[in-house]
T-cell receptor
Framework: GENVEQHPSTLSVQEGDSAVIKCTYS??????FPWYKQELGKRPQLIID?????GEKKDQRIAVTLNKTAKHFSLHITETQPEDSAVYFC????????????FGTGTQLKVEL | DTAVSQTPKYLVTQMGNDKSIKCEQN?????MYWYKQDSKKFLKIMFS???????INETVPNRFSPKSPDKAHLNLHINSLELGDSAVYFC???????????FGPGTRLTVL
C-alpha cells in the first residue's frame, strides 16, 4: 500500500515569510496529490491539488510542486498571514487500494505576528 | 447549502453502548467515505462506498458497520463502544476515487 511521509510536523514562521511543507510517497503509480487545510475544530478543506501529468500548479499565494522521479511533492505558501495558521495534510492516491487517499501525518503551521 | 452534513456533531456515551452517526451529501457524488481522526490528528480511512457498494474496508473492528441506503447517504453504526473509539469521525464524498473529497463537519465521539 501507499506510504506518505510529511515534514515538518510543526512549522513556525513570521508573518510575511514563506512556508514550505514536504511530502514523499511510495506508490509510483499514484496520480493525484491533494493538499488539505484543517483549522482548529473544523473539517479538512482542499486548498490545492496536482495531478501526475503536471509539475507545478499555483493559486495566488499557494503553489504545489511535484517531482515524480523522486516521488515527492511540496506545498509552498508565500507572504504568510495569521489566518494561514492551521494543520496542513498532504495526500496521495493508493492505486493498489481502490484508489483511496493516504494522508500524511499533518503539519501544524503557526504564523506569528 | 450544506454539501456534506453529519449528525450528531457531538456524541458522549458510556462504554458498551451502541451508537450511530449519519452522513448525507447533496453533491450528487458517487463515492462516500468514513475517516477516523484521532487525538494526534492522524486521518485514517475506514470505509468507502461507491454507489451503495462497499469498495474499501480497512482493518477496522467488526464492531464498526457502515450502511449506505442510497448513494447520497452513508451511516456508521458502532457496537459495544470502547474507550479507544473516542475520536472525531469525518464523512466525505467525491465524484470518483481520484477526485476532490469534500468533508463533513465531523462527529466528535467521546466514550466514557
Amino acid at each position: 500500500g501507499e506510504n506518505v511521509e510529511q515534514h515538518p510536523s510543526t512549522l513556525s514562521v513570521q508573518e510575511g515569510d514563506s512556508a514550505v511543507i514536504k511530502c514523499t510517497y511510495s506508490d509510483s503509480a499514484s496520480n493525484y496529490f491533494p493538499w488539505y487545510k484543517q483549522e482548529l475544530g473544523k473539517r479538512p478543506q482542499l486548498i490545492i491539488d496536482i495531478r501526475s501529468n503536471v509539475g507545478e500548479k499555483k493559486d495566488q499565494r499557494i503553489a504545489v510542486t511535484l517531482n515524480k522521479t523522486a516521488k515527492h511533492f511540496s506545498l509552498h505558501i508565500t507572504e504568510t498571514q495569521p489566518e494561514d495558521s492551521a494543520v496542513y495534510f498532504c495526500a496521495a492516491t493508493d492505486t493498489g487500494g481502490g484508489n483511496k487517499l493516504t494522508f500524511g501525518t499533518g503539519t501544524q503551521l503557526k504564523v506569528e505576528l | 447549502d450544506t454539501a456534506v452534513s453529519q449528525t450528531p456533531k457531538y456524541l458522549v456515551t458510556q462504554m458498551g453502548n451502541d451508537k450511530s452517526i449519519k452522513c448525507e451529501q447533496n453533491l450528487g457524488h458517487d463515492t462516500m467515505y468514513w475517516y477516523k481522526q484521532d487525538s494526534k490528528k492522524f486521518l485514517k480511512i475506514m470505509f468507502s462506498y461507491n454507489n451503495k457498494e462497499l469498495i474499501i474496508n480497512e482493518t477496522v473492528p467488526n464492531r464498526f458497520s457502515p450502511k449506505s441506503p442510497d448513494k447520497a447517504h452513508l451511516n456508521l453504526h458502532i457496537n459495544s463502544l470502547e474507550l479507544g473509539d473516542s475520536a472525531v469521525y469525518f464523512c466525505a464524498s467525491s465524484q470518483a476515487a481520484s477526485d476532490t473529497q469534500y468533508f463533513g463537519p465531523g462527529t466528535r465521539l467521546t466514550v466514557l
